[in-house]
């Protein structure tokens, strides 16, 4: 069974620091990829996905996140944070060729952005 | 105004009660999905559906039970063999089962033991 390791549990940051945030999953085979977010009091929402092509995916709010094969990994990205991001951030995977196909999540990355 | 409507908002449960937490959409999606959410944990799969009447158990099913009959709704019913069930509970659609499509959530019903 596949499964997703979020390795920053609480990240705080200042306005206009750039972000990274792990993301690595374990599957053997072809899988989709995402970041999801819920900001305070407010649904979980897709901020980026990735199924095929292009390893690097642009999403709302000026977020990225890169595929590395090599190293099961979808970090995200963003080079400027601002304190509306304040948020956390789960990525999850779904297995492509066979499987499983509910995502698996990860165990989230709250985001504190300081003015 | 189309979403996923989760009820109720706040449950309390006492021991040896069952439970049902309300989920429908009027999305018009063929799959559903319930998660557990605990803190520092993530979200937990407990059941999904692709299609009406048909159903999958996740990561953490048991002491938990749900039913699909009707497209548009996915109740979750927390038994009393589930010996943990204070969480929070995210209910989620999507257009399609095959998994990559995007999901859309509820606001969620927070359970608590009495």
């Known amino acids: 069974a596949q499964s997703v390791s979020q390795h920053n549990h609480h990240v705080i940051l200042s306005e206009a620091a750039s972000l990274e945030l792990g993301c690595n999953y374990s599957y053997g085979g072809t899988v989709n990829l995402f970041w999801y977010v819920q900001y305070p009091g407010q649904h979980l929402q897709l901020l980026l996905k990735?199924?095929?092509?292009?390893?690097l995916v642009k999403g709302i709010k000026g977020f990225e996140a890169e595929f590395i094969k090599s190293k099961f990994s979808f970090n995200l990205r963003k080079p400027s944070v601002q304190w509306s991001d304040t948020a956390e951030y789960f990525c999850a995977v779904t297995p492509a060729d066979t499987g499983r196909r509910a995502l698996t999540f990860g165990s989230g990355t709250r985001l504190q952005v300081q003015p | 105004d189309g979403g996923i409507t989760q009820s109720p908002k706040y449950l309390f449960r006492k021991e040896g009660q069952n439970v049902t937490l309300s989920c429908e959409q009027n999305?018009?999606?063929?799959?559903m999905y319930w998660y557990r959410q605990d803190p520092g944990q993530g979200l937990r799969l407990i059941y999904y559906?692709?299609?009406?009447?048909?159903?999958q158990k996740g990561d953490i099913a048991e002491g938990y039970s749900v039913s699909r009959e009707k497209k548009e709704s996915f109740p979750l019913t927390v038994t009393s063999a589930q010996k943990n069930p204070t969480a929070f509970y995210l209910c989620a659609s999507s257009r399609t089962g095959g998994g990559n499509e995007k999901l859309f959530f509820g606001s969620g019903t927070q359970l608590s033991v009495l």
């Open positions: 559906s692709q299609i009406v009447n048909d159903f």
């Open positions: 999305l018009n999606h063929d799959a």
């Open positions: 990735y199924f095929s092509g292009d390893p």
